[in-house]
């Protein structure tokens, strides 16, 4: 039977667990480690019109309190990915949702509307409007104008569901996502790397090349979840939680928190077999807990009065 399905508007997935983008590559080099066809959906690394080599190395350091990252968009391009990884990913038995970043709203466009002719190969986009590391790559997910403006032009100029992918360094989520939800998006990851860094103090040196990064991993979980906490509460759009999911507890708080699906990211890196193993745990716990459905199970957390 069908536990697991879930609906986000215009897009539909065999179940919630995704991989996040940038923790999977373009999944050539986890097939040895897991059946593909077992997850919800693949989100490679993020894609931009133009190669990019990113930032100065080290640009991953793990720290005591999670992995820093400063990477800054290192991608093949389009050209490149439409050649060399489409046809392998969308060959996977599992919904593939290319994740994209352009450096305006135009460009944004522009990617949108060249991957919509791949429609049959391609499940959704996501739109990366957060990332941390690259120079103007957070404007149009940190002024809720900006993201309402951008989603339009994107859902203009393609018929492919649409997810943003949020960040959680502004004051206030809730405005961005409701702008996202505004200029009809499908549905919002939440939440993309928080800002951080980490410093040699002996050599008076920042440590990354990159000199700020992002934080992933366990660390960042609380942050997520009070950001899926309060986008549920204010919002109606469906929620994708992601930030620190390591076992089938932590995917259990996101849904109940209000995430319909979630995405594992940096556990990744650990265990590349996590995401399809939290796939048949999930299953358990619906049972467990005698729903007929996951969707019973989301946004079912009671608040005091
Ligand atoms: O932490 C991140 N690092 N988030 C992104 O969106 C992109 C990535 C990078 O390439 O720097």
Request: aromatic share 4%.
């Amino acid at each position: 039977t069908d536990l697991l399905s879930v609906t986000l508007n215009r897009l539909t997935l065999k179940n919630p667990i995704l991989v996040a983008s940038g923790t999977f590559g373009y999944a050539r080099e986890m097939q040895p480690f897991l059946d593909f066809s077992k997850l919800g959906g693949i989100i490679p690394k993020t894609i931009t019109t133009e190669p990019r080599i990113g930032n100065p190395p080290p640009r991953t350091i793990e720290t005591s309190a999670g992995l820093l990252n400063s990477i800054g968009l290192d991608n093949d391009g389009i050209d490149l990915f439409l050649e060399k990884h489409l046809n392998y990913l969308a060959s996977l038995e599992t919904a593939l949702i290319v994740n994209i970043a352009g450096r305006s709203i135009d460009e944004m466009a522009v990617m949108a509307s060249r991957l919509d002719a791949f429609g049959d190969q391609i499940a959704a986009l996501e739109l990366n409007i957060s990332c941390p590391n690259v120079s103007g790559g957070v404007d149009y997910g940190t002024q809720p104008e900006l993201t309402e403006k951008m989603l339009k032009q994107v859902t203009e100029s393609c018929q492919l569901p649409i997810i943003a992918k949020l960040t959680p360094n502004v004051t206030s989520v809730v405005d961005i996502a409701q702008a996202a939800a505004a200029g009809g998006a499908d549905a919002v990851s939440l939440i993309n790397t928080v800002q951080g860094t980490a410093i040699d103090w002996r050599r008076r040196k920042p440590i990354l090349g990159g000199i700020f990064g992002g934080l992933s991993g366990p660390a960042i979980k609380p942050v997520a979840l009070r950001v899926v906490c309060q986008v549920a509460r204010a919002v109606e759009i469906p929620i994708i939680g992601v930030g620190g999911i390591s076992n089938i507890d932590d995917v259990m708080e996101f849904i109940v928190a209000g995430a319909s699906a979630v995405q594992i990211g940096t556990a990744n890196f650990y265990n590349p077999g996590l995401a399809t193993q939290l796939v048949g745990e999930l299953e358990q716990v619906v049972l467990e807990e005698k729903c007929a459905h996951v969707s019973e199970l989301v946004g079912s957390l009671v608040y005091p009065e």
